[in-house]
Structure formats: structure tokens, C-alpha cells
């Protein structure tokens, strides 16, 4: 009954920018911690960058100083600003959601993945 849903991707030149949104529908109370993750063929899904409810955020030192996560809980948005693109930051990018629904706890949520395409 939850659903996370992404889009901005697209392709842009190396050194340009990019703006993700992830929103989220459906069925619950609230949602806790949330992160953007990416994954580039052939790589492991790594964690790019993370935020608290309140907040609070964290970056993989690969993307510290140029990109920034934030998120509105009035509606249910999380966003990803990425600047000074490299060619390695090409990946799918997907968001995730630790979810706490009105009966059953908490789970976490993925959406589908959007790609980010950086061409030099």
C-alpha cells in the first residue's frame, strides 16, 4: 500500500547538475530514515546519501560537498541535489524508505530506480 516513486533522472554533461524527488504514497503513519542509493552495472548498490526525519543527513565521502539530500514530510518528498556530476556518479539511483505502516511496524520501501546518465 506504499509506493516510493522517483524521477528527475536524465543525462547531463559532466560537471553539470542534477535534481532528484522520490514521493511517497499510500498507507501509513510515517516515514523514518530515508536515503538515495545507486547502482551501476556490474558494482554492489551502494548508499549515496542518507537523512533522519529531523534531518539529519550523511554522505558517502565519493559525493561529500556536491551533493545535498533533503526532504519535505508535509508531502512526503525527499529530494537529491547533485552539482559537479562526474562520469563515475552514472548509476541508477533509487530511493529507499524505512516505513512505519499503520499496523505491522516497520518496513522499508524501494522505488523503482531512475537513471542518471553523465556523458563526458
Known amino acids: 500500500q506504499v509506493q516510493l516513486v522517483e524521477s528527475g533522472g536524465g543525462l547531463v554533461q559532466a560537471g553539470g547538475s542534477l535534481g532528484l524527488s522520490c514521493a511517497a504514497s499510500?498507507?501509513?503513519?510515517?516515514?523514518?530514515?530515508m536515503g538515495w542509493y545507486r547502482q551501476a552495472p556490474g558494482t554492489k548498490r551502494e548508499v549515496v546519501a542518507a537523512?533522519?526525519?529531523?534531518?539529519?543527513?550523511n554522505y558517502a565521502d565519493s559525493v561529500k560537498g556536491r551533493f545535498t539530500i533533503s526532504r519535505d514530510n508535509a508531502k512526503h518528498t525527499m529530494y537529491l541535489q547533485m552539482n559537479s556530476l562526474k562520469v563515475a556518479d552514472a548509476a541508477v539511483y533509487y530511493c529507499?524508505?524505512?516505513?512505519?505502516?499503520?499496523?505491522?511496524?516497520?518496513?522499508?520501501?524501494w522505488g523503482q530506480g531512475t537513471q542518471v546518465t553523465v556523458s563526458s
Open positions: 529507499n524508505g524505512r516505513v512505519l505502516a499503520v499496523v505491522g511496524g516497520v518496513r522499508a520501501y
Open positions: 499510500g498507507t501509513f503513519l510515517r516515514i523514518n530514515d
Open positions: 537523512i533522519t526525519r529531523g534531518g539529519s543527513t
